[in-house]
């Protein structure tokens, strides 16, 4: 293997970069055939039928297991065995406290695992699991995210950003200024529920571990299973042939995955399967975790910001930190000479949070975006044009140069395109039958995001066909597809001679379908092994002959700021008589480098749109503070944009190719969508009524009179 | 509690011992292998397990398999016509995008299928204004009439497209090879 | 160990025979509450008596005008029924705002009645609820509330019944006939559910193996001037925050002769407005007029901070829906 820089002009052509192929996976997904986690017909090597597992899972918020008894449930007809912390496999390495599950008697947060139940039917999986009988200790928990929670510093934040920062002096600067916006914003707790609960199917042969999981991460799961259970990488198999949506959730192995991994354990050669329950994807897989970010800006008369500050609060478990770094996207959105960001955290007897769609960003730029709104209001002048007055010239976190930030033309373009000149500037203006009508702006930002060590593996087949192999995973946004195009691109050949092996981490690594980075690292990769391939085997290459190259790092990060913009334009309605809110039209239009296949990331654009929209108008978890526990836990109580939710949607993007990025000229889509859609939103329902919601979500009893 | 029932599940006729729990889900996905359908939240709240019973649109993860002894079922996977092509409403999913990641899809497609079927008995929806008038296939009303399906990856738009295109190409539960 | 013993019914005097008998046996119709609170462990019965086939399933019109509901026609069938169209919009609109096209296809008239709370506390086993559990304590008191009732709730249970359904059937002054032991009774909607009190766990008047085999829907000039409103978290597929059913005969002078205001999702039970009734009857319909009324039947009303809002919501949304009446509006 041979570590490449990717060498210039890259691609071979774009003949095929930038056409609408159909997803490859297509005629699978119509019909149903594409077999998710536990949809894998595997049996053991006897023909041994897979036993079902269902988790049992704590009902108290802080305290420990006193005993676990598991008489009845073994009584039950199929019930096989039931582990818990005394009978489950030891881990080699507790040290990530979430993963380390079944190991000690603590209870940490309520729907913990405390005890897994195998059967023989799904039936009596769940009838055994609530036949466990767990006796618990209660202890006084904290497990509310309150505006008086004592907080402190984490030494950094997601994504490995710095918790604060400080330029000029803020405070100061602030008292002085004549058009001022003060106010708080928050975000409830948010949940990424993927139309594929959690699930996996594991079968240990008492050498290697398979997994049929799904996930967002073959090899990052497969990374860190193995040494917490005492195995080689090599023993370990993450298989993710289709994944049923994860929008952060999978990105990271959860405890699921190792409960199947250890049940699995326990009975060699026999596969288990485990299905989160919808309910226990609450508890158990990662959310995004309640924000408040309180939010200064001062501005001249002009309506140019002279300070800002961004100080953002949230909330982590005492399981295991993670630091939504709500605070991230202000320091790159505005210019402005005074300016400060700060992270702090609430450490509480709570689930693990974790990544959901557009972590920090998307609660951050909800909370910026709508105080810009407010200071446009004050300053007196057009929302739109009070950003374009604010563009910086380089970026104000680093003083790099720009490396294609073109907001000012996605607000401007999109700004056409919805009829902006149109609205009038005063609120509640509008009524149209039994509606108040608004309309909103927002804008929205995301990092060029690129994972290192990533390896393709290009093969050469007869006929002029190439296998290209990566583990990667396509959890739903065309990477199956876009990858062919960009392998067929790089190599000079069409899509149907590329055979595409992917989401299997026997393959070469392939880091995880997160934070837009799939396409751009893998990608990367995969042009940088045709590259290597062409140098190797020449434009003839004989039937079999191959390259394995890892891509070196393609993308200008450090003498560029990279970032992808956009703006969001969105009618309102707001309902006279009950409060509800609908929303006739939303338009996103974006700056996303190239596009390597309109029709799949148009799709991505308008789903992260969806999901802004979901997240502006329903999405709440509500924890119950007597107990800890996250009582909406299902699809009827935690609301998702319905169909009629979602009425006239629009994508669009520049004509754009972003060469400092990828050499697709690409970059990452996957999460922009979601950012500054609930601001919009939020906006628009403003001008419609002339009532200021500050925190989501904007259920109709905000605006009822 | 054991009990055998049959069901002709996408046009064959299939015998399975079920326990008197077993949905009629379950007992397609884990006893029949039968994995079209798919289970998103096994409580009726969000449409992935949507088949066609008896011709007609339906959840099968409310169902008990027991009290759908002698069922026809015909799930996405049957969908296709004899020679294994796509149905109309299924070509129109590919060809609009209506969908991404897919868990959702199946059902998506067998609850569209319904959805043209009970257009054209004259069925009302939640949206129509004249109630004793036939309704006609507006955006308004296809939007109305999935709603049952949750698409968490935000596909609606392209489902719109989808069963418009499939209307369109005058497909209801008539046309295509399935048992529908 | 639990075993669950299925039958399916011949006839429904023998369904009938066979829950009376037996306290752990359940009726099942469209299953689609049922099934779900089995797999919750909400519900734990040994036996399930399948009523789903037995042929009460046809809709026919009465000698009066009226229409005869067999229990187990499904609600999708029900609600794009001509006559009922025609006759009680406010019925068939029910209906149409509720659940989803697939659940409709599957959920029974007899089962809509029937179904049960949707209570976040009532439908998670780890929870304390007067409703599923007699005397265990109301964790909805002091919990998650945006759902609860405002209106005739007790201290055993604050919870609102879910039936969009039911609404509109008390608003049209409907009779449900039920099937018992001991023969058949009529029972008029107004009675058939019930306030929580100190028996939360009972929802309806009806007994232990009593079984609804139809629903009997009056004629009359208010039913056929009705509709139904909703207010809801989402465009579709929720359950109601709020809803009016509502309907008005006007006479010539176009003072209101008749008017039934019905409220879902503020109780227990489908809320049959007579205070406002009374109010409005002889008057002009005005927005004013309507508010006033639904603030006199709203008197009553006790609220914390996560259900204050239903009081202006309901009262804007009957005003809303008793001015479009009288309008001539279509829904």
């Not at chain 2, 996905?29 to 949507?50: A, F, I, M, W």
């Not at chain 3, 409709?104 to 809509?112: S, W």
Request: hydrophobic share 40%; aromatic share 4%.
């Amino acid at each position: 293997m041979t570590a490449n820089e990717v060498t210039p002009d890259p691609l071979r052509s774009t003949a095929s970069i930038g056409t609408s192929l159909l997803r490859r996976d297509g005629v699978e997904k119509v019909t149903g055939d594409a077999t998710y986690a536990v949809e894998h017909p595997v049996t053991g090597p006897a023909g041994e039928p897979p036993l079902h597992a269902w988790l049992v899972t704590s009902t108290v918020a802080r305290g420990r297991v006193a005993a676990v008894d598991a008489t009845a449930a073994l009584a039950h007809p199929g019930v096989v065995s039931v582990l818990d912390h005394t009978s489950a496999p030891r881990l080699a390495d507790t040290s990530d406290a979430e993963l380390a599950i079944l190991q000690a008697d603590a209870i940490a947060f309520r729907g913990q695992i405390v005890a897994v139940v195998l059967a023989e039917t799904s039936e009596s999986a769940r009838e055994g699991a609530a036949l466990v009988h767990v006796e618990q200790e209660a202890e006084p928990h904290a497990s509310i995210f309150e505006e008086d929670s004592p907080t402190y510093a984490p030494e950094q934040v997601n994504g490995g950003s710095e918790t604060d920062t400080l330029d000029g002096e803020p405070d100061e600067a602030l008292a002085r200024a004549l058009v001022t916006v003060d106010a708080t914003y928050t975000t409830p707790h948010e949940h990424n529920n993927p139309m594929e609960p959690h699930a996996a199917t594991a079968l240990w042969d008492g050498e290697q571990l398979t997994l049929h999981d799904s996930t967002q991460g073959p090899r990052p799961v497969r990374g860190t299973l193995a040494p917490m259970l005492g195995l080689e990488e090599e023993q370990v198999r993450v298989l993710a042939p289709y994944v049923g949506g994860g929008f952060g959730s999978k990105g990271l192995p959860h405890a699921p995955e190792m409960a199947v991994a250890l049940a699995a354990m326990t009975v060699p050669g026999q596969p288990v399967r485990l299905a989160v329950t919808r309910q226990q994807m609450f508890a158990l897989t990662g959310y995004r975790p309640p924000t408040r970010s309180h939010v200064r800006l001062g501005a001249h008369p002009d309506g140019r910001l002279e300070a800002l500050r961004d100080d953002a609060v949230t909330q982590s478990s005492r399981v295991k930190e993670f630091a939504e770094q709500a605070a991230v996207p202000a320091r790159v959105m505005y210019a402005a000479p005074h300016r400060a960001t700060t992270h702090r955290v609430a450490e509480l007897d709570v689930p693990v949070p974790s990544w959901m769609r557009a972590p920090g960003e998307m609660p951050g730029m909800y909370a910026q975006e709508v105080a810009v709104d407010e200071l446009a209001l004050h300053a007196g002048l057009d929302p739109v044009e009070l950003r374009v007055r604010n563009e910086p010239d380089v970026d104000p976190d680093t003083g790099n140069p720009w490396g294609n930030r073109r907001l000012v033309e996605c607000l401007r373009r999109g700004a056409e395109r919805f009829g902006w000149a149109d609205r009038p500037t005063e609120a509640r203006a509008t009524v149209d039958g039994e509606w108040w009508v608004g309309t909103g702006v927002a804008a929205s930002t995301y990092p060029m995001l690129w994972m290192p060590g990533n390896v393709a593996r290009i093969r050469s087949l007869d006929g002029g066909r190439y296998a290209v192999a990566i583990a990667a995973t396509d959890i739903g946004t065309g990477a199956r597809t876009v990858l062919t195009q960009i392998a067929a691109d790089a190599l000079g050949c069409p899509p149907e001679a590329i055979d595409l092996d992917m989401a299997d981490s026997d393959l070469p690594f392939g880091s995880v379908a997160g934070g837009s980075s799939g396409t751009t690292s893998w990608g990367t990769a995969i042009v940088a092994a045709a590259q290597q391939f062409r140098a190797d085997h020449g434009e003839h290459p004989d039937p079999g002959v191959e390259t394995t190259a890892a891509s070196g790092q393609y993308a200008d990060m450090d003498g560029h700021a990279l970032h992808s913009f956009g703006a969001v334009f969105c009618e309102a309605r707001v309902h006279r008589y009950t409060g509800e809110v609908r929303v006739p039209r939303l338009l996103g239009v974006y700056s996303v480098g190239r596009v390597v296949n309109p029709r799949t990331a148009r799709s991505q654009l308008l789903g992260g749109l969806v999901m802004g929209l979901s997240a502006a108008l329903h999405e709440e978890g509500w924890r119950d503070p007597r107990t800890g526990h996250v009582v909406t836990q299902d699809l009827a109580t935690y609301h998702v944009a319905a169909h009629a939710d979602v009425q006239q949607l629009e994508a669009g993007w520049l004509d754009d190719v972003d060469e400092l990025s990828t050499p697709m000229g690409s970059r990452g889509i996957g999460e922009i969508g979601i950012v500054g859609t609930a601001a919009a939103v939020a906006n628009a329902t403003y001008h419609a009524t002339g009532v200021r919601v500050r925190d989501l979500p904007l259920t109709a009893d905000r605006f009822l009179e | 509690m054991d009990a055998e029932i049959s069901l002709t599940v996408d046009g064959v006729q299939r015998t399975v011992t079920v326990d008197t729990r077993t949905t009629l889900l379950d007992a397609l996905r884990e006893r029949l292998g039968v994995t079209n359908p798919k289970k998103g939240c096994d409580h009726g709240q969000c449409g992935s397990c949507t088949v066609l019973l008896d011709g007609r649109r339906h959840l099968t993860c409310l169902s008990l398999a027991v009290a759908n002894d002698g069922a026809e079922v015909t799930t996405a996977g049957g969908l296709r016509g004899s020679g294994g092509g796509l149905h109309p409403v299924q070509q129109a999913f590919l060809d609009q995008d209506g969908y991404q990641c897919g868990y959702c899809t199946p059902g998506q497609v067998c609850s569209a299928v319904g959805v043209l079927d009970e257009i054209e008995q004259g069925h009302v929806s939640h949206v129509s204004d004249d109630l004793e008038a036939d309704p006609e296939l507006t955006d308004d009303e296809i939007r109305e009439r999935m709603s049952g399906n949750l698409c968490r990856c935000g596909a609606y738009v392209g489902i719109l497209g989808a069963v418009k295109q499939a209307a369109a190409a005058g497909s209801g539960s008539g046309s295509g090879g399935g048992a529908a | 160990m639990k075993e669950l013993t299925y039958h399916r019914a011949d006839d429904a005097a023998s369904a009938v025979a066979l829950v009376a008998a037996d306290p752990d046996a359940r009726f099942l119709g469209g299953g689609t509450n049922l099934v779900d609170h089995l797999k919750l462990g909400v519900t734990s019965p040994t036996t399930l008596v399948d009523v789903s086939r037995l042929p009460l399933d046809e809709v026919s019109e009465l000698p009066d005008g009226g229409l005869r509901i067999g229990t187990n026609v499904r609600n999708s069938d029900l609600a794009a029924h001509r006559a009922v169209r025609r006759g009680w919009p406010v019925v068939a609109r029910a209906l149409l705002a509720g659940a989803s096209g697939q659940i409709r296809n599957q959920a029974t008239t007899g089962g809509n009645l029937l179904q049960r709370t949707r209570c976040v506390y009532f439908q998670d086993v780890t929870t304390p609820c007067n409703k599923r559990e007699p005397g265990t304590g109301c964790s909805a008191i002091g919990g998650y509330g945006r759902y609860n009732a405002v209106l005739g709730a007790s201290e055993a249970c604050v919870t609102t019944h879910p039936s969009d359904l039911a609404v509109a059937l008390a608003a049209v002054d409907a009779t449900v006939v039920v099937l018992g032991p001991d023969g058949e009774r009529r029972v008029p909607m107004s009675d058939f559910h019930r306030l929580p009190g100190d028996r939360p766990e009972q929802d309806t008047t009806l007994a232990h193996g009593e079984l609804v085999t139809a629903v009997e829907l009056p004629a009359s000039a208010a039913a056929r001037r009705s509709t139904y409103r909703k207010a809801r978290d989402r465009a579709s597929y929720a359950f109601a925050l709020v809803s009016v059913a509502a309907g008005l005969e006007l006479d010539d002078d176009g003072r209101v002769s008749d008017v039934r205001i019905a409220w879902g999702g503020v109780a227990h039970k489908p809320w049959r407005a007579e205070v406002a009734e009374a109010e409005l009857r002889g008057r002009f319909v005005s927005e004013e007029a309507v508010r006033a009324a639904a603030e006199a039947e709203l008197a009553a009303a006790v609220t914390d901070e996560q259900t204050a809002y239903k009081v202006p919501m309901v009262r804007n949304l009957t005003a809303l829906t008793l001015t479009g009446l009288a309008e001539g509006a279509t829904r």
